[in-house]
């Protein structure tokens, strides 16, 4: 290959004066690496250092950093303890919502009754038990006081504490709306002479209200967010979370992502849910009868599925373990068919293996397609990971390659010296014939064979300086089921033999 004066970006072509000039060209060097972050939305409380509606880097490798960012016993920071304890890998960014306008959720206990003996009084949230230690003769004001006091302001706890009236220990959730409502706090045991019966089964009650999610959305901005978690699962917060993906995977935004998040009710509950909403880019993880609030296993799914499609996008995630997650009573847990019913209804699975909860099928909120008929296309999350990571990959291989090298498009033989930065539409063709040679040998996808014979690479006869490509990759697919047969015999006929 021979040079031409002109073969240079920035040396001078007209240059007389004498001397030595060299340019440094780093164009071809390296490759395109992202660093796979999650971010999660959530409220924070009054005495937070961040400002609502701002995005923040939360450090370090359990959560705790946040406990200052936004409050401690935040929801913000209950999420990202949960987060930190399903994913050491991708890294953590925030962004806390104002409270809406509403009421905060509540639940009361009913103290009664007088201690007899020194005993052991248990409670028990989000499966870990918080004890208390009851002394004799203590009254049932004395045991409302005890409580009280041990959940005070500065606590991690979700909510704060007051005696009202006979008794009754008051407990209030810390954030006005309604996802206060998936709170709950279970009785395991009384000192005797001691009685408490809890209303709605432990589960807070009365909350109502729900944030704009504009806020979150102006913070995300144009950057590079593939997983998101919010613990609002709202009608109208679902809607603009679909809305805001819409708008990030669009041609003139290309910046995607995903979120996921959680919600609780029986199998009527959750399929009525379900079936009320459709999005590929939302992860819903259902579940009933769990001591976990909804919006704690939300954020354990997104860090446990952040961290393994940051590993591999197609691998699938069943029996990855929610760390944390209390699992419901045997008599609570969602059965095959119900597992089913919620899976055909746009609801992540999971289910209880040796008493820890792990993924059943990580499935997105997609049911229809635009026509309105039931579809599979973006069923599987890793679906929708594959797809973004392969259009990150062609776009920065291509960008890279031609488009900020600079390159002069000319036709398929024309007479053009190689030292001339050009292309042609065979070149590309070629370039993205070897691009996804590399991703079927990384497990992104497969035939490649027909690949080749599908793909289109076209200079636009109406603008000579636009390439037009049709780029259809056969992805590679999560292994979810084996199926077969034993066919079993006491002997084999003679006619086998």
Known sequence: MSLTINSFNEIDAAGRSSGFQVEIDASQAGNYQQQRVA????????????????????????????ATLAGRGSLFHSMCVEYRRNNQINELWGILLPEPAGTKSSLTIPFAGT??????????YDGDPIDFTIAKDATAIDVANTLRAAFGVD??????????ADANLVLTFRHVGLVGNDCRLLIEKLPAGITATL?????????????SQTPAF?????????????PFTDADSLAAWDEEFNKRWSPQRMVYG????????????????????NSPFVVRFGSYGSGSPAYLRGARGLGRCAGALTGHPVRPHHYLELVGEDAPDYNDQFRDGDRKTL????????????????????ITSYLKNAAGISDTAWVDVQTVECVEVLAQLIRAACEKKFIITRKILVSDGTKIADSV??????????????KYRFWERQGFVENMEEFVRRLIVERDKQDPTQVLFKFPPDLANPLIRMVGSIGFSLQWPETFK
């Open 421 to 434: 930065p050009h292309t042609t539409p065979s070149r590309i063709r070629n370039f993205l014939i070897q």
């Open 199 to 211: 209303p709605d089964d432990g589960y807070f009650s009365g909350g109502d209200g729900a944030p």
């Open 155 to 164: 606590t991690d706890y979700n909510w704060t504490a007051e005696v009202g």
């Open 115 to 124: 201690a007899t003996a020194s005993g052991l009084l248990r409670l028990r």
């Open 343 to 362: 899976l055909y209804s746009g609801i992540a699975t999971t289910k209880t293996i040796n008493n820890a909860e792990v993924i059943d099928r990580s």
């Open 39 to 66: 971010v999660i939305v959530a409220h924070g409380l009054a005495s937070a250092t961040k400002a609502a509606g701002e995005i923040f880097l939360v450090s370090g490798q359990d959560g705790q950093a946040s």
């Open 218 to 230: 102006v913070a995300m901005g144009d950057r590079e967010i593939p997983y998101a978690g919010f």
């Open 258 to 277: 995903k979120a996921f998040t959680a919600v609780s009710g029986t199998i009527s509950e959750l399929q009525t849910l379900g079936v009320a909403f």
